[in-house]
């Protein structure tokens, strides 16, 4: 389904952390003196090096959210909410191989969350980019160099022990937790392509998830870390010109003949905007928070008309 364009989407949200937040690195390093768990970093090419949220921590806690939502769950036309991956004989990666069936078979037999974030035998609809602690375009604060981007790489530092659930004594420590603070802002863009209305859905709904504080960030949950608030900030969506004079799902612009072969489920329409030419596409942009809540809403919508 990826051979052509129907639509495509970019989500540029905000992650604000509500308690202290440590995703940790692979290794420290050779400093003696780094912590034993140390933040993860990168090194940005014009801002040099940083703390930062890798797409793929953020794509693990929204997948496993919205898998819990819909688990143990059947939708419409049959479709499963969510596979069980440890099920190799059932899960959606089983069709994976040289033997794989044609590619509308394949999308047919996936579930829910696997149609959206892909498995072994399906490139997901969704992606997550890094999230760094600016935006451009932003005010001074918010900006390069500016007060949330020193904040965040002013790391604390937590001691923590480990105990012994049998003697009740310490097992191991005490050692060092690198942590950056609460209060801290991290922007980033999640990516959508040849998506549905349901989808969209899917997708705020593990947002929602995250806000709401049933989803945590980050590694050493039990602790308190990683509790996090996540708003969406804009939504821009294209499509091609001639498809159609409104936002619509792939179930909306693709032919009837695509809608069996691929066995889409029921669209829902998106919010009207007015469409900006693109050459041979028509983009809609929903900027102002009335705009974005509407857009949102019509994914949740879509999502539970599926049930």
């Not at 989407?9 to 780094?34: C, F, N, S, Y």
């Not at 007060?147 to 060092?176: C, L, M, Y």
């Not at 469409?275 to 949740?300: K, N, Q, Y």
Request: with cysteine; hydrophobic share 40%; charged share 25%.
């Amino acid at each position: 389904m990826f051979k052509k364009s129907y639509n495509r989407a970019v989500l540029r949200l905000r992650v604000e952390t509500v308690t202290p937040l440590l995703i940790k690195a692979g290794d420290a390093g050779l400093d003696p003196t780094a912590a034993e768990l140390a933040c993860v970093r990168t090194r940005h090419g014009a801002h040099g090096a940083t703390v930062y949220i890798p797409g793929s921590s953020l794509k693990g806690v929204l997948r496993a959210a919205a898998e819990a939502s819909v688990r143990g769950q059947r939708f419409a036309s049959g479709s499963v909410g969510a596979c069980n991956p440890l099920e190799h004989g059932s899960s959606c990666g089983r069709l994976a191989g040289r033997d794989r069936p044609a590619p509308a078979e394949v999308y047919r037999q996936q579930c829910l969350a696997c149609r959206l974030f892909g498995s072994l035998a399906l490139k997901g609809r969704a992606s997550v980019r890094d999230l760094f602690p600016w935006t451009d375009g932003g005010d001074v604060d918010s900006g390069p160099g500016g007060k949330n981007w020193k904040t965040a790489n002013q790391v604390e530092i937590r001691h923590g022990v480990s105990i012994d659930r049998i003697v009740g004594s310490v097992r191991h420590g005490p050692f060092e937790m690198e942590l950056v603070p609460a209060g801290v802002s991290f922007w980033g863009e999640i990516a959508l392509e040849n998506y549905q209305a349901w989808q969209l859905g899917l997708l705020v709904r593990a947002l929602d998830e995250i806000t709401d504080g049933f989803a945590q960030l980050g590694s050493s949950k039990s602790r308190g870390l990683g509790v996090a608030r996540v708003e969406v900030h804009s939504i821009i969506h294209e499509q091609p010109a001639r498809a159609s004079e409104r936002p619509a799902g792939v179930g909306a612009l693709a032919t009837e003949d695509e809608r069996d072969a691929y066995a889409l489920l029921p669209e829902l329409e998106f919010p009207t905007l007015p469409g900006e030419p693109r050459g041979l596409s028509v983009r809609f942009t929903a900027r102002d928070l009335e705009g974005v809540h509407a857009w949102m809403e019509a994914g949740r919508q879509a999502l539970g008309r599926l049930a």
